[in-house]
């Protein structure tokens, strides 16, 4: 049907089953594989994957490894974080949030090989699959997509391993057996799935959880911290100036060690069917409730309320991996037209689990003491003109109790 | 300009500013006044104000003390919850969704003695006023209301304390200094705000809260309940059902002791200014994150994605006081629409300040174990599927890159 | 891989296209067809559908024959109506609104004679696939659709005739060229796409055009008629009552003899393309006219604009097949609720493919020439109000312009 | 209360209520007065008001005549088309839109010449008072507005004329009678409303009309023309390039030859009722037409369903007075976002009334004949995608079927 695919760019962790996936698409499709295998802030030894790869026969200059950490955070997260993106009221969208990077850095990748075609590891139920093709597609509409786990019959985990020893690819012990769930990592989150999760109704056991602590053993004095804001996005923590990525790194030992961010969510995926989550997010929550905190004291009414009418789109859109689209791209230039004046410093108070804002300033406040305070002698607000506005706000509900009057 | 003001019916808590209005409404408009108290759960004693406005000459028959706490939770909390209101990202909206009902019975009250006016205790600067006035006219367009801060030269305290004691109005103690903040309160919230609040940069001192126990302060064990609910209310806690005003307060009792729903905010007034208050909603922060827990296996993707995106507005309509809209009514018709099936129980972690959703279950849910597992063998859903997916979807990306071409 | 089917209900038609289904679908799936054609009043005879079906071996009582136009009116066309909703700014779905009511009926009598799947005649890149399987799915979760058109390889018409002729069904002699175009009709309208329509440059050909006459040949004299609505449907043409479908139907007579509601659309589609199609809605474009006419004076503001903002998510749902998703029908409760009083009667005049509401009256009128007079007497509105209302608006501008200063 | 007023900037006409506002600020707030005259295109001969402003003692370097044309069109119109904004879906905001230019030019006038507020001569019933002043407080939040209609006396038009005559103000005969109706007017449009029009069942009479022609009286042969868009905005008629005001300026004149652009509305008012104007708005019809059509091929489906969406807020925004809020700014630069590729010719039809898009081309067609063909070769387009795209598309709607299986 189509022509047959000469050179492939892997998205290639090094493990178990993008290591099986190099082998299948090298035998299957007869083509070469190219890896790349991106630094995310997963907090995973990335030099091991070039050592497979190399084994697996991938030519050397072949193999990617690109730290995109600062690239991650810069590009991605903070316009996100921007809009206060929240998909379904709750999940601050860690893992939506770093597939279009990855499948940029793919497509850039297969134009310096003259590669025809990308990989990913993703399976054919979930939002990954369709966020890294999206991106893709977006991206280079030429690009063919390659989906092992919707060809292949590797489906079940025996199958998978059988392979795996059959190509003297090494399995690792806690492979062998069926894991009890499956994660996904990067500098934003954790999330895990499945197994021991499925139950909407058993609670996440404890063994789940890797990013934090418990909150139950979280220290028991709370710790204050401040947080700087320019333009919208954070620039400092205690008053000592960090880049994107240093700065999300330093949030998430906080929300370790206070074990906050956890989610247990059910939610609705793009591909139609319910799962369930749970997802850690330590740095990311403190951020996103900072960034509410400064925006309350400089961000104008009229501005606020759209963001807020606008945001369950702009987290859909990123859900669903529609990063790349147009409408992703009109939401964000208004979003970012809003974050101007947005600076200041927000103080927190992080507390076995809690995050609370307890103070915000800023050189550009609109918060007007002045204005706001019951005894005002200055004059800056008439409270008659009160009456007025009532009155021609109420006009057309006193109209409907009058309707046909004429 | 317009009629003399006959009878009036006065929203009156029996304190000493709404005592001092029942005079000078006597005084100034030569009037009957009719008093209005009102038991919303705030947690006051209502029988005093009967005989402080008796001693002011208020008629026996013209006093009306109404236990509208069934009322309130069952037609107003809950209907708000349906929709997971929450007023610039975190608001539960406290004070707003009250002030419909008091305005609600002022009108139905003024029907039965025969009054012509209405009046409150409400300042002109706040967004109260907005809310009584507002919701009088849209069920009475002929109705007057008069505001007295609005109209009288006793704006300060000093002022209004002269007046009381010229005409024998008891001052207590506590209100002869300058309170050093000021508060309302009901079965959902106690609000906070003014004064040594209106520093946003400040902390909240630790003796404004009055709901609620400091989060280190609240037991070193977390608490588990269980929350039942039928189209979207909640019925029963801990599986013993519950009316609903009976449910809230009793969650309120878990929530001050665990320290739950503490809120510092800045926020922006319909009036148009920003302020920055304090708000403890200690049962409804855990009514509130169980109702979502409940809707994610209840309620379909397209629903639950149509409220989120609705949710704002409707939150920005009650908190202006448009309860009585049109367009409040329309959101809530589609809103009640999709709470049909919203059935099941929750279960709740409560610990030293935080609310945490731990499992769901539902006799409707939606939530399919054999559809979202990892290796399906019945067959419910086809992989092979999510490539025609993921191609349709893409088709439009690609074609913008391809823009041009014909 | 899954069971074969035993008996299929077929959307039949009679014409050439669904009669080579018919048999196909006898011959390749072993399986018994029972057709199903509907009157929607695309005006063409439908007792030879049952001659030909008979001839095809499928039983009479298996040949069902529905007149559905008062059904389609009053339950799809009336309710979309009141909605405004137009598709893309232009488009008022008439295509889009027909099928889910033709899977309705295919699911029940599906249900009635005990079949497994359903199928229809639409191809794979067009929307009413979607349309028709979307409504199948929602109905009935189990059933299994058949769509030939992406299934067979008589994808050219050379092929389909041979197939035809092979099989004694007759092919029209219209039929043995290629058509110049494809149509589609019912009461609401008939759409045209494809073959000369295909360069959007091109302005579409006189002949194309069926249901109206050009503008130009259209009376040289304007007509004026009435339109009577009640609770936002229309009752009554020139005050006399109608019946929903005879009433569109009337109005199709007058919007054909006035040239009335032609439109040339470069539309998207949901499956990823822009197409080009005309269309003719001679009555609806009336009607909608009519419905907005109503509305202006006996629809709140705070009503009509939520309808406005609503209506291209509403429009957008049902073109794209979603009409039975639980997100159309809360937005349709919304909608209803608002037309409790949309009632009284529209003067329009038509004149050569124009439509103007020229007049406009109601029992229920929330227009007030007592207010809105500018020698105003009464004292309905005070103009001191705007002052105060202005400056409470613009306090949140004015303080924007003071940033800063706290 | 205030510092009394030196020096006011007022937005003055020539024309006899603008000059008894002048002469009757300089008798009440004893301040001098400087004019403003705006050339908007309403067809007036300016330089009269230059006269009249000098007999009244405005000194000649206080008299402003500017020409707004090009800054109205290319600033404020155009970026308003690029939204598609309709009013309540059919009225073009012909007066909306000129008020923030006046409202910035009296405030940058008010800066040059030290002033220490604006006048205008809008009516304490209308939108513009609100339009004025909004625009007025967020360019300088410091500036007082005089609204003489909302504070003098003079609210007959017998008491005006008595003023006038009584300060050797000249009364033209027209003015001496009760006008009929009262007009505004600019480049974009024409506006009337009041007295024989405020019967919204009463049909406007035909001597209202003044910028076209009956579509009765319009030419019996249509004609035909091409309009050239560059980044969403018209830079050429008939091959023709012309400057923003320019192209307007032809558009009307065709406009006004065929007919076209009249409405009949009952629209909401800001503050709170309805009125019912007529609007003729020539070349403002036929330029939204076209801007549409070429949108049809240039915009993507999901840049162009949002802007849908984010329409009737942004047409609110500017009828409510709200041009400089940051709500507008930031949906301004999501819509300016999406334009950047809108370019190409659009071909219409005028005839008798109406406007019709008969053909588009575009340099950046996103339009593909290739995909969008019955026949499809290429492989393109793989229909059977679209079976998985209806599959997961369907998947939450048989789920909600299957509601409580698990």
Same mark, same amino acid.
């Given at each position: 049907?189509?022509?047959?695919?000469?050179?492939?760019?892997?998205?290639?962790?090094?493990?178990?089953?993008?290591?099986?996936?190099?082998?299948?698409?090298?035998?299957?499709?007869?083509?070469?594989?190219?890896?790349?295998?991106?630094?995310?802030?997963?907090?995973?030894?990335?030099?091991?994957?070039?050592?497979?790869?190399?084994?697996?026969?991938?030519?050397?200059?072949?193999?990617?490894?690109?730290?995109?950490?600062?690239?991650?955070?810069?590009?991605?997260?903070?316009?996100?974080?921007?809009?206060?993106?929240?998909?379904?009221?709750?999940?601050?969208?860690?893992?939506?949030?770093?597939?279009?990077?990855?499948?940029?850095?793919?497509?850039?990748?297969?134009?310096?090989?003259?590669?025809?075609?990308?990989?990913?590891?993703?399976?054919?139920?979930?939002?990954?699959?369709?966020?890294?093709?999206?991106?893709?597609?977006?991206?280079?509409?030429?690009?063919?997509?390659?989906?092992?786990?919707?060809?292949?019959?590797?489906?079940?985990?025996?199958?998978?391993?059988?392979?795996?020893?059959?190509?003297?690819?090494?399995?690792?012990?806690?492979?062998?057996? +069926?894991? #009890?769930?499956? @994660?996904?990592?990067? !500098?934003? %989150?954790?999330?895990? =799935?499945?197994?021991? *999760?499925?139950?909407?109704?058993?609670?996440?056991?404890?063994?789940?959880?890797?990013?934090?602590?418990?909150?139950?053993?979280?220290?028991?004095?709370?710790?204050?911290?401040?947080?700087?804001?320019?333009?919208?996005?954070?620039?400092?923590?205690?008053?000592?100036?960090?880049?994107?990525?240093?700065?999300?790194?330093?949030?998430?030992?906080?929300?370790?060690?206070?074990?906050?961010?956890?989610?247990?969510?059910?939610?609705?995926?793009?591909?139609?069917?319910?799962?369930?989550?749970?997802? +850690?997010? #330590?740095?990311? @929550?403190?951020?996103? !409730?900072? %960034?509410?905190?400064? =925006?309350?004291?400089? *961000?104008?009414?009229?501005?606020?309320?759209?963001?807020?009418?606008?945001?369950?789109?702009?987290?859909?859109?990123?859900?669903?991996?529609?990063?790349?689209?147009?409408?992703?791209?009109?939401?964000?230039?208004?979003?970012?037209?809003?974050?101007?004046?947005?600076?200041?410093?927000?103080?927190?108070?992080?507390?076995?689990?809690?995050?609370?804002?307890?103070?915000?300033?800023?050189?550009?406040?609109?918060?007007?003491?002045?204005?706001?305070?019951?005894?005002?002698?200055?004059?800056?607000?008439?409270?008659?003109?009160?009456?007025?506005?009532?009155?021609?706000?109420?006009?057309?509900?006193?109209?409907?109790?009058?309707?046909?009057?004429?």
């Amino acid at each position: 049907m189509s022509d047959p695919i000469k050179r492939v760019v892997l998205a290639y962790s090094g493990g178990l089953d993008t290591s099986v996936i190099l082998k299948w698409l090298q035998q299957t499709y007869n083509c070469e594989v190219v890896t790349f295998t991106a630094d995310l802030g997963q907090g995973e030894e990335l030099e091991p994957a070039r050592a497979k790869a190399e084994l697996m026969g991938v030519r050397p200059e072949h193999i990617y490894i690109d730290d995109l950490r600062e690239e991650f955070v810069r590009d991605f997260v903070f316009p996100m974080m921007r809009a206060n993106a929240l998909y379904e009221g709750l999940y601050l969208l860690g893992t939506s949030i770093a597939r279009p990077l990855i499948s940029k850095r793919l497509i850039e990748i297969a134009a310096e090989v003259g590669a025809d075609a990308v990989a990913h590891g993703a399976t054919g139920k979930g939002n990954d699959q369709v966020r890294f093709e999206l991106s893709a597609y977006a991206l280079n509409p030429d690009i063919k997509v390659i989906a092992p786990w919707r060809e292949w019959d590797l489906t079940s985990r025996t199958a998978l391993i059988a392979f795996a020893e059959a190509h003297q690819i090494p399995v690792p012990k806690d492979k062998r057996g +069926e894991s #009890p769930f499956s @994660t996904d990592a990067n !500098l934003l %989150h954790t999330s895990s =799935e499945g197994k021991v *999760l499925e139950d909407p109704w058993d609670e996440v056991p404890d063994y789940v959880y890797s990013r934090t602590v418990n909150p139950e053993d979280a220290p028991d004095a709370p710790e204050f911290i401040t947080l700087d804001f320019e333009r919208g996005d954070g620039v400092a923590l205690n008053g000592e100036a960090m880049s994107p990525a240093t700065l999300l790194a330093a949030l998430n030992e906080l929300g370790r060690k206070h074990g906050i961010g956890r989610l247990d969510l059910v939610e609705n995926r793009f591909v139609g069917m319910k799962s369930r989550g749970m997802y +850690e997010t #330590p740095g990311g @929550t403190i951020y996103a !409730l900072a %960034h509410r905190g400064i =925006e309350q004291i400089t *961000l104008d009414r009229g501005a606020a309320h759209l963001k807020d009418e606008l945001m369950p789109r702009y987290a859909e859109l990123i859900y669903n991996g529609f990063w790349f689209a147009p409408e992703r791209e009109m939401l964000q230039a208004a979003i970012d037209h809003s974050q101007e004046k947005v600076a200041g410093t927000v103080r927190l108070k992080l507390y076995k689990g809690g995050v609370y804002v307890v103070g915000r300033k800023s050189p550009n406040t609109l918060y007007s003491e002045k204005v706001v305070t019951f005894e005002d002698d200055a004059g800056a607000y008439d409270q008659r003109d009160a009456a007025g506005f009532i009155k021609l706000n109420a006009l057309r509900l006193r109209l409907l109790g009058r309707r046909g009057e004429g």
